[in-house]
């Protein structure tokens, strides 16, 4: 069976200080991974994807990068965080369905 | 109804009612797919539309398409207070891409 593992659970960061979000899918082979914020009470709008190792498209612009580095995980950073980068993160993994599977998520509060 | 301009949607109801929440999308798309995400979690799918079907039933849901209002309807009968969660609804013109609607937050008072 598939799982995925988002770390860390929960953040307090100061604005401008730099981010590092991580997820990892595993019992999955070369599956298409997504970042999503969600802002409290809010949707989900996703953030970027990414069909094989070592490439990412972004999907909106919030001053966020995301990176590839192995075919079981994906990052997700910024040098500066912003207020309004608080919120919930989540990444998923889907293969060539449309159905996504999501982690338990990031929870991001910056101050 | 839900889409993304609109703000969370609420509905609250007693265990055992059935309820109906609705969605309208903008662009095209090959499917409709109904999520729900409890409190603090990730969302999980509950059932995938396909744009060629009208209906789909798995188990207590109900899940309606029509592609020429752009609508689509999800139903839950019998309602239980483990269905309390928010519901949104997501469309695809691609494999990779999900659009989620605004989501309606259904409160199942036991």
């Known amino acids: 069976a598939q799982t995925i593992h988002q770390w860390p659970v929960a953040e307090i960061k100061a604005v401008g200080s730099p981010l590092s979000l991580g997820c990892t899918i595993k019992g999955k082979s070369s599956p298409n991974l997504y970042w999503y914020w969600q802002a409290t009470g809010g949707t989900l709008q996703q953030l970027f994807y990414?069909?094989?190792?070592?490439?990412v498209e972004s999907v909106v612009q919030l001053n966020l990068s995301a990176s590839r580095p192995k075919d079981d995980q994906f990052i997700l950073s910024t040098e500066k965080l912003l207020l309004s980068h608080s919120g919930f993160y989540l990444c998923?993994?889907?293969?060539?369905?449309?159905?996504?599977?999501f982690g338990p998520g990031t929870r991001l509060t910056v101050l | 109804s839900q889409w993304g301009e609109e703000n969370l949607q609420a509905l609250s109801i007693q265990e055992g009612e059935d309820v109906t929440m609705n969605c309208s999308y903008k662009?095209?798309?090959?499917?409709v797919q109904w999520y729900r995400q409890k409190s603090g979690k990730g969302p999980a799918q509950l059932i995938l539309?396909?744009?060629?079907?009208r209906e789909k039933r798995s188990g207590r849901l109900r899940a309606t398409l029509d592609t020429s209002s752009q609508s689509s309807s999800l139903s839950i009968t019998g309602t239980l207070a483990t269905d309390t969660a928010v519901y949104f609804c997501a469309t695809s013109s691609g494999s990779w891409q999900l659009i989620f609607g605004s989501g309606t937050q259904l409160t199942v008072m036991p």
């Open positions: 539309i396909r744009s060629n079907e």
């Open positions: 662009t095209y798309t090959t499917v």
């Open positions: 990414s069909i094989t190792v070592g490439q």
């Open positions: 998923a993994w889907g293969d060539w369905g449309y159905e996504q599977y």
